[in-house]
């Protein structure tokens, strides 16, 4: 019942395009959760309708019993929710250091004199732990677009955690990286779910990484939801395999198939 | 901008209002009031272009509506020389804010063609509004007044010039590194990610509209402090576009940038007055070999950060 964020029937049509179609979903506090399905599914339009970014068409979205449908983009990191962009939107001009001190603008500098006055200390030693915890302290001084694509990433979710989050929204955060990088990821993200309980509500392709970490699964195909449960159930369903590998052998094959992948 | 930089500045402008006045000719301090002038003016782009990202070309225009607005506030109401700057500055800010909506429906070359439209349209008032502006015969500037004394000449203008413009610097490089120095720069890199760590992306870009036309204001109002004259010919496109070129000169982004293109510039400016038929080539010339050899402005090598 302790859903910290609810969806509620929300629809998002594009002109004639339905993306997502009555999707009611409950991430319930303290728990990985994550949101797969197959290209196309409407995933994304979901993260963006939580953040804000869309207004769904039809439907509510209540984050920790708050309505919050009506709400603005930007009041969001106020209330604890952080999000990363599947496709990078780093401050790319900026610092590693400054992308950090930004994430915590709204939670850790929120009094105007602290806004204006020309040094941060408490901000900056707060961003300097972050990226002492994500492992990006060495370049701290680069700038954020000179960095390779796995540290990137990992930017983007440490920008997302310096915000002190209670909801962290994860758009496909492991999508290209390699397999180390995705095991560190792993970590992190393991490690700030147990020792701070930030929730996690999660869009991933890489089943690697939804599997091991998540405790229960939401599964969307062309906008709907298809199936819910944890790990263990979702990879059985038949409706789940159907969505990834198409109708044509519903028989043993696919499905073995389906549970290695 | 580093502190070590804002001293030198500071030390600078202090010895030279100490010895310029004394040791230099009444021309000399008058080039030296109209560079300190520009360099309020690109401090002011730099806030809306180098740190918001917003293109805005009407900078002339609320030069313009600072240099009438001080110069008739003190012509007519008395004013003294801090409440007229102030004044002229106020109503710039006023018309910034307006401008600043449109940045909230349009982007990139749009934003760039309806403020460059906003910038003729003023220039048009102040030609033709004639009971008012004087129109095309031009506004006598009445000499500014401190602490109750007229200021009669360049000389005795510079260290007033000098102060403000001293505060102006400081203010410009307290902003940069201030956390709302990093959120104008966070909308200028991305407007989602900004929205995504709480910033009010509307309010901040009209605050850097606000902000960058009140500094415009300002300079207009430090302007009638060593002007006796003021014509509308001096606040049209060239001049914005003259503002421009020196924050892109300097370093699109750096405060130190924009403090050191306005002075390098505006000399280059003022010395090829003397050879009027080159002018624009040598402008232009400058411009190209500095997009080409050192995009990110000739001054970031110096004070980075």
């Known amino acids: ?261 | 901008m580093s502190v070590r930089v804002l001293a030198a500045v500071a030390v600078l402008l202090i010895g030279l209002s100490l010895a310029l006045p004394a040791l230099a000719t009444g021309y000399v301090v008058y080039i030296g009031n109209l560079l300190l002038v520009f360099v309020v003016l690109s401090l002011g782009l730099h806030i809306v272009i180098g740190e918001a990202g917003q293109f805005s070309l009407a900078h002339a225009a609320f030069y313009g509506i600072g240099i009438y607005t001080a110069a008739l506030s003190s012509k007519v109401l008395g004013l003294p020389f801090l409440a007229a700057l102030l004044a002229g500055g106020l109503l710039a800010a006023l018309c910034g804010l307006a401008i600043g909506i449109l940045s909230l429906r349009m982007r990139d070359i749009y934003l760039a063609l309806s403020t460059f439209a906003f910038g003729e349209a003023m220039q048009w008032v102040f030609l033709n509004w004639t009971p008012v502006t004087g129109g095309p015969n031009g506004l006598a500037i009445p000499p500014a007044q401190v602490l109750g004394q007229p200021i009669l000449s360049d000389k005795a203008a510079f260290p007033i010039v000098a102060g403000v413009t001293l505060v102006v610097v400081a203010l410009v490089a307290g902003l940069h590194a201030s956390g709302l120095g990093r959120a104008f720069r966070a909308v200028r890199e991305s407007e989602v990610a900004a929205a995504a760590v709480g910033i009010d992306v509307r309010r901040t870009k009209l605050l850097a509209f606000t902000l960058s036309a009140f500094l415009a204001g300002a300079a207009g109002g430090l302007f009638t402090t060593f002007s006796t004259f003021i014509h509308p010919d001096s606040l049209g496109f060239q001049t914005t576009i003259l503002v421009l070129t020196m924050i892109v000169v300097g370093g699109v982004g750096s405060v130190t940038g924009a403090l050191g293109g306005a002075i390098v510039f505006g000399l280059v400016s003022e010395l090829l007055r003397q050879v009027p038929s080159y002018q624009e080539m040598i402008y232009g010339g400058i411009l190209i070999l500095v997009m080409m050899y050192a995009p990110r402005g000739v001054f970031t090598l110096v004070g980075r950060r």
């Not at chain 1, 004639?16 to 979903?25: C, E, F, K, P, R």
């Open chain 1, 1 to 261: 019942m302790d859903d910290l964020l609810a969806l509620d029937a929300v629809t998002m049509r594009f002109g004639g395009l339905t993306a997502v179609n009555g999707l009611s979903m409950g991430v319930t506090r303290g728990t990985i959760h994550a949101l797969i399905g197959p290209n196309g599914a409407g995933k994304s339009t979901v993260f963006n309708c939580v953040s804000r970014i869309y207004r769904p068409t039809e439907g509510r979205i209540r984050f920790d019993g708050r309505d919050v449908t009506g709400l603005p983009a930007h009041a969001m990191a106020g209330l604890g929710i952080a999000r990363t962009f599947q496709n990078l939107e780093l401050f790319n001009e900026l610092t590693v250091l400054e992308n950090v001190m930004l994430g915590a603008y709204s939670r850790h500098e929120t009094r105007l004199i602290e806004r204006l006055w020309p040094r941060s200390p408490k901000t900056r030693a707060w961003a300097e732990e972050i990226l002492e915890g994500t492992g990006l302290k060495d370049c701290r001084d680069a700038k954020a677009n000179g960095l390779d694509f796995g540290r990137q990433k990992l930017l983007e979710v440490a920008r997302a955690l310096a915000l002190s989050p209670t909801l962290l929204l994860l758009d496909e955060p492991a999508a290209g990286l390699r397999s180390r990088e995705i095991e560190r990821l792993d970590t992190i993200l393991t490690g700030l779910n147990r020792e701070r309980g930030i929730t996690v509500l999660l869009v991933e392709h890489v089943m690697q990484l939804v599997m091991s970490i998540s405790d229960r699964i939401t599964v969307l195909s062309f906008g709907e939801k298809i199936a819910e449960g944890t790990p263990e159930a979702v990879r059985g369903d038949p409706r789940v395999i159907e969505a990834y590998l198409g109708t044509k052998q519903p028989g043993e094959a696919a499905h073995g198939e389906a549970a290695h992948g």
